[in-house]
Protein backbone atom coordinates (compact mmCIF):
# COMPACT_ATOMS: atom_id res chain seq x y z
CA UNK A 1 0.00 0.00 0.00
CA UNK A 2 1.69 3.64 -0.74
CA UNK A 3 -0.95 6.27 0.10
CA UNK A 4 1.06 8.85 -1.73
CA UNK A 5 4.21 9.58 0.43
CA UNK A 6 7.77 8.79 -0.88
CA UNK A 7 10.66 8.06 -0.11
CA UNK A 8 14.27 10.29 0.49
CA UNK A 9 17.77 9.17 1.81
CA UNK A 10 19.61 12.05 4.38
CA UNK A 11 23.16 10.94 4.76
CA UNK A 12 24.77 12.55 7.73
CA UNK A 13 28.96 13.55 6.97
CA UNK A 14 29.89 16.22 9.23
CA UNK A 15 31.95 14.68 11.31
CA UNK A 16 35.25 14.58 11.48
CA UNK A 17 36.12 10.97 12.25
CA UNK A 18 38.07 11.29 15.36
CA UNK A 19 38.26 7.73 16.49
CA UNK A 20 40.24 7.51 12.90
CA UNK A 21 43.10 9.53 13.94
CA UNK A 22 43.57 11.12 10.29
CA UNK A 23 44.04 14.38 8.75
CA UNK A 24 41.50 13.56 6.21
CA UNK A 25 37.73 14.01 7.74
CA UNK A 26 36.35 10.11 7.59
CA UNK A 27 33.74 10.36 5.32
CA UNK A 28 36.46 11.57 2.29
CA UNK A 29 39.07 8.84 3.05
CA UNK A 30 40.05 6.57 0.34
CA UNK A 31 38.15 3.75 0.04
CA UNK A 32 38.48 1.16 -2.69
CA UNK A 33 39.29 3.89 -5.14
CA UNK A 34 36.63 6.21 -4.34
CA UNK A 35 35.89 8.36 -1.37
CA UNK A 36 34.32 6.25 1.68
CA UNK A 37 31.16 7.98 1.44
CA UNK A 38 30.68 7.93 -2.50
CA UNK A 39 29.69 3.92 -1.69
CA UNK A 40 26.76 4.93 0.77
CA UNK A 41 25.68 7.99 -1.85
CA UNK A 42 26.22 5.85 -4.99
CA UNK A 43 23.83 2.77 -3.27
CA UNK A 44 21.19 5.24 -2.27
CA UNK A 45 20.87 6.82 -5.24
CA UNK A 46 20.58 3.59 -7.07
CA UNK A 47 17.46 2.02 -5.45
CA UNK A 48 14.70 3.66 -7.81
CA UNK A 49 12.24 3.91 -5.24
CA UNK A 50 13.98 6.85 -3.63
CA UNK A 51 13.89 10.35 -5.06
CA UNK A 52 16.22 12.24 -3.72
CA UNK A 53 19.28 11.74 -1.45
CA UNK A 54 20.27 15.00 1.05
CA UNK A 55 23.76 14.76 2.32
CA UNK A 56 24.63 16.81 5.45
CA UNK A 57 27.87 18.09 5.20
CA UNK A 58 29.75 20.38 7.67
CA UNK A 59 29.47 24.55 6.86
CA UNK A 60 32.79 24.60 6.18
CA UNK A 61 33.75 21.45 3.42
CA UNK A 62 36.89 21.95 1.54
CA UNK A 63 36.57 18.14 0.57
CA UNK A 64 32.95 17.71 -1.49
CA UNK A 65 34.21 20.07 -4.52
CA UNK A 66 37.44 18.38 -5.21
CA UNK A 67 35.70 15.26 -6.27
CA UNK A 68 33.55 14.03 -9.27
CA UNK A 69 29.34 13.03 -8.13
CA UNK A 70 28.10 12.70 -11.19
CA UNK A 71 28.07 9.26 -11.08
CA UNK A 72 25.67 9.97 -8.67
CA UNK A 73 22.68 11.42 -10.81
CA UNK A 74 20.86 14.09 -10.20
CA UNK A 75 19.02 13.05 -6.95
CA UNK A 76 22.33 14.27 -4.94
CA UNK A 77 21.90 17.06 -2.80
CA UNK A 78 24.79 18.68 -0.96
CA UNK A 79 23.47 20.53 2.29
CA UNK A 80 26.05 22.64 4.35
CA UNK A 81 24.32 22.62 7.26
CA UNK A 82 25.97 20.39 10.16
CA UNK A 83 25.79 20.36 12.95
CA UNK A 84 28.43 19.68 16.38
CA UNK A 85 27.06 16.53 17.01
CA UNK A 86 25.26 13.90 14.64
CA UNK A 87 21.44 14.18 16.27
CA UNK A 88 22.16 18.15 15.41
CA UNK A 89 23.39 17.02 11.37
CA UNK A 90 20.19 15.04 11.25
CA UNK A 91 18.06 17.42 12.76
CA UNK A 92 20.13 20.37 10.44
CA UNK A 93 19.11 18.12 7.54
CA UNK A 94 15.69 17.62 8.41
CA UNK A 95 14.84 21.59 8.56
CA UNK A 96 16.64 21.91 5.28
CA UNK A 97 15.13 19.38 3.01
CA UNK A 98 11.64 20.73 4.25
CA UNK A 99 10.58 22.49 1.39
CA UNK A 100 11.03 19.26 -0.86
CA UNK A 101 9.49 16.75 1.46
CA UNK A 102 6.06 15.89 3.16
CA UNK A 103 5.60 14.81 6.43
CA UNK A 104 4.10 11.84 5.82
CA UNK A 105 7.40 11.16 3.30
CA UNK A 106 9.87 8.50 4.54
CA UNK A 107 13.47 9.87 5.24
CA UNK A 108 15.91 7.27 5.44
CA UNK A 109 18.26 8.67 7.50
CA UNK A 110 22.31 6.60 6.67
CA UNK A 111 25.49 6.89 8.45
CA UNK A 112 28.24 8.06 5.35
CA UNK A 113 30.02 5.71 7.79
CA UNK A 114 28.74 2.64 6.75
CA UNK A 115 30.13 2.42 2.78
CA UNK A 116 29.04 -1.30 2.80
CA UNK A 117 25.26 -1.23 2.42
CA UNK A 118 24.01 -2.71 -0.51
CA UNK A 119 20.43 -2.02 -2.59
CA UNK A 120 19.31 -5.68 -0.87
CA UNK A 121 19.45 -4.25 2.92
CA UNK A 122 17.35 -1.10 1.81
CA UNK A 123 14.89 -3.20 -0.19
CA UNK A 124 14.32 -5.50 3.08
CA UNK A 125 14.23 -2.06 5.23
CA UNK A 126 11.56 -0.80 2.68
CA UNK A 127 9.62 -4.36 2.61
CA UNK A 128 9.07 -4.29 5.99
CA UNK A 129 8.85 -1.04 7.35
CA UNK A 130 6.66 0.87 4.33
CA UNK A 131 3.39 0.29 5.67
CA UNK A 132 4.27 0.71 9.47
CA UNK A 133 2.92 3.50 11.51
CA UNK A 134 6.00 4.23 13.52
CA UNK A 135 8.99 3.03 11.34
CA UNK A 136 12.26 0.84 11.72
CA UNK A 137 16.08 0.52 11.84
CA UNK A 138 17.69 -1.94 10.08
CA UNK A 139 19.79 -3.99 13.10
CA UNK A 140 21.47 -7.25 14.23
CA UNK A 141 21.09 -9.31 17.16
CA UNK A 142 24.12 -9.16 19.97
CA UNK A 143 26.00 -12.25 19.16
CA UNK A 144 28.81 -12.40 21.84
CA UNK A 145 28.50 -12.50 25.24
CA UNK A 146 28.70 -8.83 26.69
CA UNK A 147 30.83 -7.54 30.06
CA UNK A 148 30.57 -4.74 31.78
CA UNK A 149 33.86 -3.21 32.66
CA UNK A 150 34.93 -2.01 35.69
CA UNK A 151 37.07 1.57 35.58
CA UNK A 152 40.49 -0.64 36.02
CA UNK A 153 39.76 -2.51 32.99
CA UNK A 154 38.37 -5.65 34.21
CA UNK A 155 34.99 -7.74 34.17
CA UNK A 156 32.53 -6.46 36.50
CA UNK A 157 29.53 -8.37 35.42
CA UNK A 158 28.39 -10.64 32.16
CA UNK A 159 25.29 -8.52 30.93
CA UNK A 160 22.29 -10.71 29.48
CA UNK A 161 22.71 -10.33 26.09
CA UNK A 162 18.48 -11.79 25.72
CA UNK A 163 16.61 -9.23 23.65
CA UNK A 164 19.74 -6.96 22.72
CA UNK A 165 20.06 -5.75 18.86
CA UNK A 166 22.90 -3.98 17.89
CA UNK A 167 21.67 -0.77 16.07
CA UNK A 168 22.92 -0.07 12.42
CA UNK A 169 21.35 2.45 9.63
CA UNK A 170 19.69 2.97 7.52
CA UNK A 171 17.08 3.84 10.25
CA UNK A 172 13.91 4.76 8.31
CA UNK A 173 11.04 7.36 10.07
CA UNK A 174 8.18 9.89 8.75
CA UNK A 175 9.82 13.20 8.03
CA UNK A 176 7.20 15.15 10.19
CA UNK A 177 7.49 12.61 13.04
CA UNK A 178 11.65 12.34 13.10
CA UNK A 179 12.43 16.27 13.13
CA UNK A 180 9.55 16.20 15.77
CA UNK A 181 11.59 13.45 17.42
CA UNK A 182 14.88 15.07 17.20
CA UNK A 183 13.87 18.68 18.04
CA UNK A 184 12.84 17.88 21.70
CA UNK A 185 15.70 15.06 22.44
CA UNK A 186 18.76 15.95 21.03
CA UNK A 187 20.77 14.15 23.41
CA UNK A 188 20.56 10.61 21.60
CA UNK A 189 22.68 8.35 19.15
CA UNK A 190 20.53 7.27 16.61
CA UNK A 191 17.45 8.31 15.42
CA UNK A 192 15.04 5.26 16.73
CA UNK A 193 16.51 6.63 20.20
CA UNK A 194 14.57 9.98 19.44
CA UNK A 195 11.36 8.18 18.15
CA UNK A 196 11.86 5.40 21.19
CA UNK A 197 11.57 8.85 23.71
CA UNK A 198 8.43 9.99 22.28
CA UNK A 199 6.77 6.81 23.62
CA UNK A 200 6.94 4.78 20.00
CA UNK A 201 8.24 1.54 19.25
CA UNK A 202 10.42 1.27 15.96
CA UNK A 203 10.63 -1.70 14.25
CA UNK A 204 13.73 -3.92 14.12
CA UNK A 205 14.47 -5.45 10.64
CA UNK A 206 17.63 -8.27 10.68
CA UNK A 207 20.45 -6.68 8.51
CA UNK A 208 23.88 -8.77 8.89
CA UNK A 209 27.33 -7.76 10.23
CA UNK A 210 28.55 -6.53 6.68
CA UNK A 211 26.66 -3.13 6.96
CA UNK A 212 29.92 -2.15 9.35
CA UNK A 213 30.67 1.30 10.15
CA UNK A 214 33.98 2.34 9.70
CA UNK A 215 35.17 3.58 12.95
CA UNK A 216 38.60 2.83 13.54
CA UNK A 217 41.31 2.62 11.48
CA UNK A 218 41.17 -1.04 10.79
CA UNK A 219 37.40 -1.07 9.93
CA UNK A 220 38.61 0.74 6.52
CA UNK A 221 40.37 -2.28 5.90
CA UNK A 222 36.96 -5.00 6.81
CA UNK A 223 35.08 -2.41 4.52
CA UNK A 224 37.53 -2.67 1.58
CA UNK A 225 37.79 -6.45 1.85
CA UNK A 226 34.00 -6.64 1.91
CA UNK A 227 33.26 -4.23 -1.29
CA UNK A 228 36.05 -6.54 -3.59
CA UNK A 229 34.83 -9.44 -2.08
CA UNK A 230 31.49 -8.53 -3.76
CA UNK A 231 33.14 -7.15 -7.09
CA UNK A 232 34.75 -10.66 -7.48
CA UNK A 233 31.38 -12.78 -7.11
N1 LIG B 1 28.62 16.35 14.10
C1 LIG B 1 28.47 15.25 13.36
C2 LIG B 1 29.03 14.01 13.79
C3 LIG B 1 28.86 12.89 12.98
N2 LIG B 1 28.19 12.99 11.82
C4 LIG B 1 28.07 11.83 10.92
O1 LIG B 1 27.43 10.76 11.59
C5 LIG B 1 27.88 9.52 11.06
C6 LIG B 1 28.22 8.52 12.18
O2 LIG B 1 29.15 9.11 13.07
P1 LIG B 1 30.59 8.54 13.45
O3 LIG B 1 30.87 7.29 12.76
O4 LIG B 1 30.69 8.61 14.91
O5 LIG B 1 31.51 9.63 12.71
P2 LIG B 1 32.39 10.77 13.33
O6 LIG B 1 31.62 11.59 14.31
O7 LIG B 1 32.96 11.48 12.16
O8 LIG B 1 33.54 9.93 14.05
P3 LIG B 1 34.21 10.15 15.48
O9 LIG B 1 33.08 9.98 16.48
O10 LIG B 1 35.25 9.11 15.55
O11 LIG B 1 34.76 11.56 15.48
C7 LIG B 1 29.08 9.82 10.18
O12 LIG B 1 28.71 9.65 8.84
C8 LIG B 1 29.41 11.25 10.52
O13 LIG B 1 29.98 12.01 9.44
C9 LIG B 1 27.63 14.21 11.42
O14 LIG B 1 27.01 14.28 10.37
N3 LIG B 1 27.77 15.30 12.22
C1 LIG C 1 23.55 5.57 14.29
C2 LIG C 1 24.58 4.51 14.57
O1 LIG C 1 25.22 4.13 13.36
C3 LIG C 1 23.88 3.29 15.10
O2 LIG C 1 24.79 2.29 15.38
C4 LIG C 1 25.64 4.99 15.51
O3 LIG C 1 25.10 5.19 16.77
C5 LIG C 1 26.36 6.24 15.01
O4 LIG C 1 27.62 6.33 15.56
P1 LIG C 1 28.03 7.25 16.79
O5 LIG C 1 29.43 6.84 17.13
O6 LIG C 1 27.06 6.91 17.90
O7 LIG C 1 27.89 8.64 16.27
Known sequence: MND????FALVPAAGSGSRMGKALS?????????PLIAHA??????????????????PVDDEWLRHDWSVCGDKLVPLFCGGATRAESVANGLRAMSDRVKADDWVLVHDA???????????????????????GILAQPVADTLKRADSAGRIEA???RTGLWQAQTPQMFRHGMLLRALTQN??????????????????????????LKVTW?????????????????
Open 41 to 58: LETLCAVARIKAVFVVLA
Open 186 to 211: AEVTDEAGAIEALGQRPRLVAGDASN
Open 158 to 160: TVA
Open 217 to 233: PQDLQLAEWILKARNHQ
Open 26 to 34: KQYLPLAGR
Open 113 to 135: ARPCITPAHIEALLHAVGDDPVG
Open 4 to 7: GYQY
